[in-house]
T-cell receptor
Framework: KQEVTQIPAALSVPEGENLVLNCSFTDSAIYNLQWFRQDPGKGLTSLLLIQSSQREQTSGRLNASLDKSSGRSTLYIAASQPGDSATYLCALNTGFQKLVFGTGTRLLVSP | NAGVTQTPKFQVLKTGQSMTLQCAQDMNHEYMSWYRQDPGMGLRLIHYSVGAGITDQGEVPNGYNVSRSTTEDFPLRLLSAAPSQTSVYFC??????????FGPGTRLTVL
């Protein structure tokens, strides 16, 4: 059974810092990996999607990498802002678009 | 495009009552799915569909029924609500192995 772990569970940083969120998984047989953002009481917003054959994806200040051989993905956030405060979730597509989620990293960026 | 819509936003039920959570998408997506989100458990897959007329069970299907008579709609039925079904329910849709889009969620409380 695929298991997904996100470390750290919570992170507090001052504005402007660069930071890395980690996602590890136990089964490398995945179709893709997706990073989401969730604001309190809201739905999920997709940030980046990395297909199984890709190594990384970039969007603005966000960069996500995927290393299937080691079962790891990282989400890099450059020059963090208070508006980046949210919970970040990684999810693995195990086939038929079925997602297995990690429990998330709760990020707080202080002004 | 409205994207993925869910109704109702909030619902309170008594134990034993039945209800249907509605989900609709206007993006002509073939894949649709239902997840529940519980504190400390993350999001878990309830049921999913790979196209009209085709559904299958996810990780936590007990107590829930689904059907997919059209591409656009994917309702989730609670047959006899139990307090253990108190949760936030999210519907998602996607095309192929592309980005998955989530609805705003339904907060359900079963007393």
């Amino acid at each position: 059974k695929q298991e997904v772990t996100q470390i750290p569970a919570a992170l507090s940083v001052p504005e402007g810092e660069n930071l890395v969120l980690n996602c590890s998984f136990t089964d490398s047989a995945i179709y893709n990996l997706q990073w989401f953002r969730q604001d309190p009481g809201k739905g999920l917003t997709s940030l980046l999607l990395i297909q199984s054959s890709q190594r990384e994806q970039t969007s603005g200040r966000l960069n996500a990498s995927l290393d299937k051989s080691s079962g790891r993905s990282t989400l890099y956030i450059a020059a963090s802002q208070p508006g980046d405060s949210a919970t970040y979730l990684c999810a693995l597509n195990t086939g038929f678009q079925k997602l297995v989620f990690g429990t998330g990293t709760r990020l707080l960026v202080s002004p | 495009n409205a994207g993925v819509t869910q109704t109702p936003k909030f619902q309170v039920l008594k134990t034993g009552q039945s209800m249907t959570l509605q989900c609709a998408q206007d993006m002509n997506h073939e894949y649709m799915s239902w997840y529940r989100q519980d504190p400390g458990m993350g999001l878990r897959l309830i049921h999913y569909s790979v196209g009209a007329g085709i559904t299958d069970q996810g990780e936590v299907p007990n107590g829930y029924n689904v059907s997919r008579s059209t591409t656009e709609d994917f309702p989730l039925r609670l047959l006899s609500a139990a307090p253990s079904q108190t949760s936030v329910y999210f519907c998602a849709s996607s095309y192929g192995t592309d980005t998955q889009y989530f609805g705003p969620g339904t907060r359900l409380t079963v007393l």
